[in-house]
């Protein structure tokens, strides 16, 4: 070899999880014996490996090339070995970038053994075949992929969880691998996470009370009970950060489900996880075990939603984000007064604080909140526990003649969205065929599929959820029944907490003071989850009656 004998000769080695299965011709130790004999036969200095195993050849971003590449781009390589062309990538353009590009810029010969690949040779038949084999060995890479897509969307479809990696509080079965079995310990961390944002502390709070308690971080608590983790354990095996709320607050898998599809790739060249919208997952209910009821793990996703103000004293009220003006329906803001003292905390309409002639002012103490919604619900809880069947009737009544009207107008606006669709579809074909005939120019051609593809997509979002909202409203009596033992569980409650609040009541309306009889009256109306406003008043007149 003729040039500096200071240099390095670059041994690269690569092996993917799919190559793996192609058997010991391609194992990382067959390649290196490989390199490393013929290295040595051809008298090339100072062999150095660099390797990637269970890297996948699309991509480039890979520890043991990006560090080979470093070498390169330092100077300090002058040749550069595979065993063929396919170990230094399956993307052929990027392969051919690095080989017709990148390595001759820096002096740098590369060779493919197998493939008879030599840059010192440029007029050798076997390299002008080299952009043919990058071809093959990309369409082998599309290929795989497109076989391992089609088994896991099948085995997906059938309800088969996706995920190798079983949620914090659940653990694989010994028996049945596929089947995931409760967790007493890690679940009993998962339901308290649950219900201390149904009392209406935001990630961030729960994350530091979890921290101060000295529970274990899921990565942690695996590790101790040797189960491996996508994630690595931190420095403070007690360091529960808000990201890891969140992630455990939003998996429906809780819920006793099995959630394919939540995450998609745009091709195999771009390996980032985006997520997929709700719609396009695979949802099969009841296929393990729950730790968290469906009604809680819906509250806590409208929790979510919702913005917990703290005061400047760092107090939060656990009606924040519930609490709404009669007048302008605009929220009410949680505030506290410059002494500073909790029992002057109050809500005010937010309309009102920006521009006071929009809304009249709308000004309630926590105080008097907290009580007058006690009472509501002492009598609601009371009511039923008293007249359960002639409640149910009644709201069955209620909510029977709301969702009539509701379920009216939803499918209107649904038949018509449904029209839209099919007239968009009929003019794209139309405009297609317009611009293959030369009556419509390629500019305006592009203009209108797009405009048109936009509404399409539109429509058929509002569609999906038009659809929802009718399968809600179809399934009224469902929600009578979950109220009613919610309601049980709260009957003869004596002091208001999160949790019995964010249970029931899913909005609270503040009316402006009256003082026409010279004392200062004022009056809520509390919408209760799933149920809307009670008519306790009507009720207990007929109860009296």
């Not at 604080?353 to 009598?379: M, N, P, W, Y």
């Amino acid at each position: 070899m003729n040039g500096a004998t200071n240099k390095i000769t670059a041994l690269y080695c690569r092996l993917s999880q799919e190559d793996e299965r192609a058997g010991e011709s391609l194992s990382i130790e067959n390649q290196k014996d490989m390199l490393l004999r013929y290295a040595r036969e051809h008298r090339f200095p100072n062999p150095t490996f660099f390797v990637d195993d269970g890297a996948s050849g699309v991509t480039y971003d890979r520890p043991g090339f990006q560090a080979m590449l470093a070498e390169i781009e330092a100077g300090k390589v002058a040749v550069c070995i595979t065993k063929d062309l396919s170990r230094l990538g399956r993307n052929s353009a990027l392969t051919g970038l690095y080989t017709n590009f990148t390595f001759p810029q820096y002096g740098v010969r590369y060779i493919a053994i197998n493939d008879n690949f030599d840059t010192i040779d440029p007029n050798s038949t076997d390299n002008d075949f080299a952009g043919i084999k990058n071809w093959f060995n990309e369409f082998y890479a599309r290929d795989t992929s497109r076989k391992i897509r089609a088994v896991q969307k099948s085995k997906g479809e059938r309800g088969i969880p996706l995920t190798t990696n079983v949620p914090y509080g659940y653990v694989k079965d010994p028996d049945n691998p596929r089947c995931w079995k409760v967790d007493p310990v890690a679940a009993d961390v998962v339901k308290r996470i649950f219900s201390m944002c149904m009392e209406g502390r935001g990630p961030s709070q729960i994350a530091k009370q979890l921290k101060a308690d000295k529970v274990l971080t899921p990565s942690a608590y695996k590790a101790q009970q040797g189960i491996n983790s996508p994630n690595r354990p931190t420095e403070n095996p007690y360091g529960w950060q808000d990201s890891t709320v969140v992630h455990i607050l939003e998996r429906r898998e809780y819920t006793g489900c099995t959630v394919n599809f939540k995450t998609f790739t745009n091709s195999i060249w771009d390996k980032k996880q985006r997520d997929n919208p709700i719609e396009k997952q695979a949802i099969f209910p009841n296929t393990h075990e729950r730790i968290i009821e469906d009604d809680v793990f819906e509250r806590v996703q409208e929790i979510r939603q919702q913005r917990h103000r703290m005061t400047r004293t760092g107090r939060s009220s656990i009606f924040s984000g519930l609490v709404y003006c009669s007048d302008c329906g605009s929220k009410m803001q949680y505030g506290s007064s410059n002494n500073g003292d909790p029992a002057q905390d109050f809500f005010d309409c937010s309309d009102h604080r920006k521009d006071t002639s929009k809304c009249k002012g709308h000004f309630i103490r926590v105080k008097v909140l907290e009580r007058l919604v006690l009472k509501h619900i002492q009598a609601v809880t009371g009511y039923i526990l008293r007249h359960e069947a002639y409640f149910r009737a009644v709201m069955e009544k209620q909510l029977r003649t709301e969702s009539m009207e509701q379920i009216r107008i939803r499918r209107k606006r649904l038949e018509s969205n449904e029209r839209r669709i099919a007239e968009l579809k009929k003019l794209f074909i139309k405009i297609y065929e317009d611009n293959a005939n030369g009556r419509l120019s390629d500019e305006r051609y592009d203009m209108l599929s797009q405009t048109y593809e936009a509404e399409q997509k539109q429509l058929e979002a509002e569609a999906v959820t038009l659809r929802q909202e009718i399968e809600v409203q179809e399934r009224q009596n469902e929600n009578i029944e979950k109220f009613i033992q919610k309601s049980h569980k709260h009957v003869g409650i004596e002091k208001l907490d999160g949790y019995a609040l964010r249970e029931l009541v899913s909005a609270i309306y503040v009316d402006a003071p009256d003082k026409s009889s010279g004392k200062r009256v004022q009056h809520i109306h509390i919408k209760y989850d799933g149920l809307g406003f009670i008519p306790l008043n009507e009720l207990m007149q007929k109860e009296t009656a």
